[in-house]
């Protein structure tokens, strides 16, 4: 008896110590997943803090002030602060941001690549030739002037620079090489062939393709009024003598052309072609997506979308990354055949 007893007292004790053995394991797993999570939120905190700090890439660029002929030399990251709420609302989703910031990167790069500019100018401020661009300073100023008060200015620039800082160093590519970047406000059904508008140019990647925009876009539709004295002096070369211009049916104004987005490509004036695209320059209309109504004395354009239709649109961009879309499938959806790359 006392045999078993003795049996009994050591398994007795076994379990005990195996008891406590495994009670210390869960207690150091829990305490382990507490530290981990301490420390996934302190992550978490310093992440949404550091977007409150201007981090610089380490390369120093040179861009040329329009204006005043000054060339200024920046980090790269600053300056892609400074164009990316130049060239798109800052309260856009932070997808279509950090897609932004990656085409403005690659746009950057490509112009250094080309050596578009002279005498060590990297790129200028002047977005009809490059990119649109005002440093911080400014950029404070017209959120100021548009009535935004000083949270909604830090915020609106936080999420710039998490556009910038997130993406760093992010570019596109096709076939090794640095891409056309180029990007529009916006084309409500389709985007633009690049080779329907630049005759002679075409890029693999720069094709049309199916978009989706949010109706409520302000530029989405627009009207310009031209008239026909205007009009027909943008055609050169014409004996005006044989026409009656007090009688608007023998000028035979109309569209002639379409792209095959469905833009107009030309319209047709006392027989001669004017392309859509310089009519969009002489008149400023906002895209070459545009149905005309002639009058006796003028023209009225009246015109969908806004900007030359190639590339990523932005209004699209904000409107997929609002359904979903992350920033790299919004470039690929817009650049086909593309590689984003570091």
């Given at each position: 008896?006392?045999?078993?007893?003795?049996?009994?007292?050591?398994?007795t004790?076994?379990?005990?110590?195996?008891?406590?053995?495994?009670?210390?394991?869960?207690?150091?797993?829990?305490?382990g997943?507490?530290?981990t999570?301490?420390?996934?939120?302190k992550d978490?905190e310093?992440?949404?803090?550091?977007?409150?700090?201007d981090?610089?890439?380490?390369?120093t660029?040179n861009?040329?002030?329009s204006?005043?002929?000054?060339?200024?030399?920046?980090d790269i990251?600053?300056?892609?602060r400074?164009v990316?709420?130049?060239?798109?609302?800052?309260?856009?989703?932070i997808?279509?941001?950090?897609?932004q910031a990656i085409?403005?990167?690659?746009?950057?790069?490509?112009?250094?690549?080309?050596?578009?500019?002279?005498?060590?100018?990297?790129?200028?401020?002047?977005?009809?030739?490059c990119?649109?661009?005002?440093?911080?300073e400014?950029?404070?100023?017209?959120?100021?002037?548009?009535?935004?008060?000083?949270?909604?200015r830090?915020?609106?620039?936080k999420?710039?620079?998490e556009?910038?800082?997130?993406?760093?160093?992010?570019?596109i590519?096709?076939?090794?090489?640095?891409?056309?970047a180029?990007?529009?406000?916006?084309?409500?059904?389709?985007?633009?062939d690049v080779s329907?508008?630049?005759?002679?140019?075409?890029y693999p990647y720069?094709?049309?393709?199916?978009?989706h925009?949010?109706?409520?876009?302000?530029n989405r539709?627009?009207q310009v009024?031209?008239?026909?004295?205007?009009?027909?002096?943008?055609?050169?070369?014409?004996?005006?003598?044989?026409?009656?211009?007090?009688n608007?049916?023998?000028?035979n104004?109309?569209?002639s052309?379409?792209?095959?987005?469905?833009?107009?490509?030309?319209?047709e004036?006392?027989?001669?072609?004017?392309k859509a695209?310089?009519?969009r320059?002489?008149?400023?209309?906002?895209?070459?997506?545009?149905t005309m109504?002639?009058n006796?004395?003028?023209?009225?354009?009246?015109?969908?979308?806004?900007?030359?239709g190639?590339?990523?649109?932005q209004?699209?961009a904000?409107y997929?990354a609002?359904?979903?879309?992350?920033?790299?499938?919004?470039?690929?959806?817009?650049y086909?055949?593309v590689?984003i790359s570091?």
């Amino acid at each position: 008896m006392k045999k078993i007893y003795s049996k009994l007292g050591l398994v007795t004790c076994i379990l005990l110590v195996l008891s406590f053995v495994l009670f210390c394991i869960n207690l150091l797993k829990i305490k382990g997943e507490d530290e981990t999570d301490i420390e996934i939120k302190k992550d978490e905190e310093i992440k949404e803090e550091s977007y409150d700090i201007d981090y610089k890439a380490g390369m120093t660029i040179n861009v040329l002030c329009s204006s005043t002929g000054e060339v200024m030399a920046m980090d790269i990251n600053d300056y892609l602060r400074g164009v990316l709420p130049s060239e798109m609302p800052p309260y856009y989703d932070i997808e279509a941001l950090k897609a932004q910031a990656i085409v403005a990167r690659t746009y950057l790069y490509r112009k250094i690549s080309d050596n578009a500019h002279n005498d060590g100018v990297h790129i200028c401020d002047n977005f009809s030739h490059c990119q649109a661009f005002y440093n911080k300073e400014k950029i404070f100023e017209i959120w100021a002037s548009k009535g935004y008060d000083e949270n909604t200015r830090k915020q609106y620039w936080k999420n710039v620079n998490e556009a910038v800082v997130s993406t760093n160093g992010k570019i596109i590519k096709y076939n090794g090489e640095y891409i056309k970047a180029f990007f529009h406000a916006s084309s409500p059904k389709k985007t633009e062939d690049v080779s329907q508008i630049w005759s002679g140019v075409h890029y693999p990647y720069l094709v049309s393709v199916e978009n989706h925009e949010a109706e409520d876009y302000p530029n989405r539709t627009s009207q310009v009024e031209v008239s026909i004295n205007d009009l027909i002096s943008k055609v050169n070369n014409i004996d005006y003598s044989k026409y009656d211009l007090n009688n608007i049916s023998t000028l035979n104004i109309h569209i002639s052309d379409y792209t095959t987005s469905g833009r107009v490509k030309y319209i047709e004036v006392c027989g001669n072609k004017i392309k859509a695209e310089d009519l969009r320059t002489y008149f400023g209309l906002k895209s070459t997506d545009f149905t005309m109504e002639v009058n006796q004395n003028s023209v009225l354009f009246n015109v969908t979308g806004y900007g030359h239709g190639v590339g990523m649109s932005q209004v699209g961009a904000n409107y997929y990354a609002k359904h979903g879309m992350n920033c790299e499938d919004i470039i690929k959806h817009y650049y086909k055949g593309v590689e984003i790359s570091i």
